[in-house]
């Protein structure tokens, strides 16, 4: 025996096969022997040929009989066990939309996408066809976000998942729960990549009380008002609008809590990048008064920097709310105890100001006592020669 020879086992194998009926409905296997342009002759391996006419084999992905070539090897569904001369009815279009359903059934157990193009809007939804197959989708479930009119997407091709079969003529899709697992995928991959200090780009996508929401390639961070401008600002819509591209830089990263904390990066005027050289430790400079808060006051020592005064640092004297003592508004001296550039934060001090008042002030009363405790000696000592000179 070689390899190429079969053993009598296999031989009777094939005898069995042959003679095994064909039913109708059942999906075979076959080899184009001859193509006419009208009709395919299949070598089945059974007793009988299979024919295959041309209209089994037209589908909507365009293939044609013309196209078939002899010795090519195709899945077809029996129609007839027996045409009247002894072959049996063979179709191609209905053994691809066995693999239809079979592509269809993949998707909705296991999320794999299927290409779809829109073609018609109805009640509820759009529709249109995967292959031969008919679908819909509901209005719901077209975009991420809601389609206000679904004629827009007439026409268009999207890549959808299958979420309900209904019955062997239609099924129901979405591209919402698509989009939604491509953008699970992207926010993975940003958790995993981004790095604090990193200068990105990225679309306002939303307007809160809080800051602005800014989507960085899938994935949206926040930009809190504070991190909008280096001026004070109240409202984001002060500084961005929806749909504005931005650059941005990301403080924090997240992945545990999904959060990403953003710095718009548009600060070519921020006087925080100069503060060291505008001021320094233990001076002292005046200031007015923007903000209180039951632990301190706000104090604007020039446009953009803001300092604070803590409760304890406005007087020698206990002090139980800064509204008691001070006002919105006011003027008032303050010596600089400490600057953090990088976080944006000067303290400062009302009472340690008014010391150095204080202290200058006997310094200067000294100096005057000084002064004219010499003019008087002067006096003794030219008083009478001066009276002399005079007369």
Not at 280 to 291: E, H, L
Not at 338 to 360: P, T, V
């Amino acid at each position: 025996m070689t390899d190429n020879e079969m053993t009598m086992e296999e031989l009777m194998g094939d005898i069995d096969k042959s003679m095994t009926r064909l039913n109708q409905g059942d999906c075979v296997e076959g080899t184009v022997i001859s193509n006419n342009g009208e009709e395919l002759v299949v070598n089945l391996e059974h007793m009988t040929d299979g024919v295959m006419p041309k209209n089994e084999m037209d589908f909507e992905d365009g293939s044609s009989i013309e196209s078939v070539e002899v010795g090519a090897k195709l899945r077809f569904v029996v129609v007839k066990e027996d045409d009247g001369q002894g072959n049996v009815v063979l179709s191609r279009k209905r053994a691809l939309a066995l693999d239809v359903w079979d592509e269809i059934n993949e998707s909705l157990e296991s999320g794999t996408p299927l290409s779809v193009k829109v073609s018609e809007v109805v009640k509820g939804g759009v529709v249109g066809k995967y292959k031969g197959i008919r679908f819909f989708m509901p209005a719901s479930q077209v975009r991420l976000e809601r389609v206000e009119d679904l004629n827009e997407v007439i026409g268009e091709s999207m890549d959808v998942v299958a979420i309900e079969v209904r019955n062997k003529k239609d099924f129901v899709v979405s591209g919402r729960k698509y989009l939604e697992a491509q953008r699970a995928l992207k926010e993975e991959e940003i958790y995993k990549t981004l790095q604090a200090g990193e200068t990105v780009e990225g679309v306002v996508r939303r307007l809160a009380d809080f800051g602005a929401f800014v989507d960085i390639g899938g994935v949206d961070g926040l930009v809190h008002l504070s991190e909008l401008s280096w001026k004070r600002v109240k409202s984001a819509s002060e500084v961005v609008s929806v749909g504005d591209r931005v650059k941005v830089t990301v403080l924090n990263v997240d992945p545990e809590k999904r959060r990403i904390s953003l710095r718009l990066a548009d600060y070519a005027n921020n006087p925080w990048n100069t503060v060291n050289e505008m001021y320094r430790v233990d001076q002292v400079v005046t200031g007015v008064i923007r903000r209180l808060q039951p632990f301190g006051a706000f104090v604007e020592l020039s446009e953009g920097l803001e300092g604070l005064v803590h409760v304890s640092q406005i007087s020698d004297a206990r002090v139980e709310k800064p509204s008691d003592v001070l006002s919105v508004g006011q003027e008032v001296k303050v010596r600089i105890l400490g600057i953090d550039a990088d976080q944006q934060r000067i303290s400062l001090s009302i009472k340690a100001a008014q010391d150095n008042e204080a202290e200058a002030y006997e310094a200067y009363a000294q100096q005057e006592e000084e002064a004219n405790d010499a003019s008087a000696t002067l006096g003794d000592l030219f008083g009478d020669k001066l009276k002399d000179f005079l007369k």
